[in-house]
């Protein structure tokens, strides 16, 4: 059955375009094409990359965090107790109210206390400071070294400057070493992202961030097998422009440098818009939709390669009303707002307010009043520090 299912899934005709077989693929000690079985390799060097990640943020960018003085908010732990922790692990992280009752009556707590410790454990689990500046530190190392390898290696290429060279002679177009390492690179990287998404900082777009790495990785490798390998480096190109400006901000935004944060969202956003909203469309979409029907009839792999591409356009239109929400933001408060993807840390104003309440029950807060400059006595006589004073100290009466 296995061997039937392997035979199905690789039949020319979801691969290749009409007239073209296997058999017309096959390699040549002059002519080396884009073989299924290399994208095994992503594997072993997604985990190498997984190894070299850890290395780095132990060694480089936790030293490197405390040196820039980003220091890790202290928060306030919440009291040991194995049945509000066993409900918290095994049912419900943020309970309703009916089950903090139910909760408060089973410890002998009162509600808000119950709350309390909730929001305290939530805030635990939340990744510290450290841990996100060691992360954009990794992806800002990684994006720069990816965008500058993929215009080392497309600069004398065709195709970087007339697009329809994409197609020329498709799809017997010849695997060069250089684009197969940059091919292998980029896959492994984002297989590394995927066997560390339990572990990464965790997102309000992170169902978006999914869909994201496995349509990502879906495009590669079919576009690695089709041999649509001319058109997939100009959509790696293209998406690590920008990422190379949107990790150094949150790098800065971190470090509380709060301009210099300001002016790389400000150039990130528009790197953003630009290649994801105008160069994309026209570079790849408009090239795989139109020029390539110059070359051949639409196939099984012409529909699926653009399925995927139209799915990554439809995130970059989802992210970039978040970034245009941020910039009409900036406009007019001028200052960049906290990423709206990230979840905020919950505080403790309720505790806060209920311990005003009891001071003012103890007539703490009624006291503080009466000795203070500003207090006014009902009868009209003015505060004691305003009164003129005596040599000696004493308090002149009028």
Not at 121 to 148: G, H, M, Q, V
Not at 192 to 208: A, H, Y
Not at 283 to 304: A, C, D, H, K, R
Request: charged residues 25%; proline residues 6%; hydrophobic residues 40%.
């Amino acid at each position: 059955m296995a061997r039937s299912l392997n035979e199905w899934l690789w039949q020319h005709e979801f691969w290749l375009p009409p007239g073209i077989t296997w058999e017309d693929m096959q390699e040549s000690e002059d002519i080396q094409y884009p073989q299924p079985r290399d994208l095994l390799l992503s594997i072993p060097f997604a985990l190498t990359l997984v190894v070299i990640r850890c290395a780095f943020e132990r060694a480089i960018a936790l030293p490197l965090s405390s040196r820039l003085g980003v220091r890790d908010k202290q928060r306030p732990k919440a009291q040991p107790n194995p049945m509000l922790e066993t409900f918290y692990n095994t049912r419900c992280k943020n309970p309703g109210k009916g089950e903090l009752i139910s909760l408060a009556k089973q410890c002998d707590l009162p509600v808000r206390k119950v709350e309390g410790w909730f929001r305290r454990r939530r805030n635990a689990d939340r990744p510290s400071l450290s841990k996100k500046f060691c992360e954009a530190c990794w992806r800002f190392t990684f994006y720069i070294i990816s965008f500058f390898t993929g215009l080392a290696v497309l600069y004398d290429k065709p195709w970087l400057w007339d697009h329809r060279e994409c197609w020329t002679g498709y799809p017997q177009q010849p695997l060069q070493p250089s684009v197969f390492w940059y091919y292998l690179l980029e896959l492994s990287f984002y297989w590394s992202l995927v066997f560390t998404l339990p572990f990464d900082v965790k997102r309000k777009d992170f169902k978006e961030q999914i869909v994201h790495h496995a349509a990502t990785i879906f495009l590669i490798s079919f576009s690695y097998c089709a041999n649509y390998i001319r058109i997939g480096t100009l959509v790696m190109v293209i998406h690590d422009a920008s990422d190379c400006f949107l990790e150094p901000t949150k790098i800065f935004n971190y470090m509380k440098w709060k301009k210099t944060c300001d002016s790389l969202f400000m150039i990130f956003s528009a790197v953003f818009l630009i290649s994801r909203l105008v160069i994309y469309p026209y570079t790849v979409l408009y090239n795989t939709y139109y020029y390539s029907m110059e070359i051949f009839q639409p196939f099984f792999g012409y529909y699926f390669v653009n399925a995927l591409l139209i799915t990554l356009q439809l995130l970059h239109i989802f992210w970039s009303c978040l970034i245009i929400h941020m910039v009409y933001k900036f406009i007019l408060q001028g200052t960049m707002e906290k990423d709206m993807r990230s979840d905020t840390e919950e505080s403790d104003k309720d505790e806060e307010r209920e311990k005003i309440r009891e001071k003012e029950k103890n007539g703490i807060t009624y006291f503080s009043n009466v000795t203070s400059n500003n207090y006014i006595q009902r009868n009209g006589s003015e505060p004691l520090n305003n009164r003129p004073h005596l040599t000696n100290g004493h308090v002149k009466e009028r």
